[in-house]
């Protein structure tokens, strides 16, 4: 994908009525992020929009799985 340039999806495994209408990504100064939208209808104009949030793609960094039976010293 080129910089500052992005694509979205239409999402057709939506489950929930507040899930993601379109998800997909996008790169920002060479970053890239996660990109999601909701189709929306504005209540005071009746117009439609896409509200978007961006969130950034992190790898997990090696030996981030954790073990949660770790015993504990004092």
Known sequence: MYD????LFRD???????????S???TIAGVEYWLSAWV???SKTGQRFLSLSVKPKVEK?????????DEVAF
């Open 4 to 7: 500052n340039s992005g694509a």
């Open 40 to 42: 929306k209808t504005s």
């Open 12 to 22: 057709d495994r939506k489950a929930k009525e507040t899930d993601r209408d379109y």
């Open 61 to 69: 960094p090696e030996g981030a799985a954790r073990n949660l039976n």
């Open 24 to 26: 997909g990504s996008i």
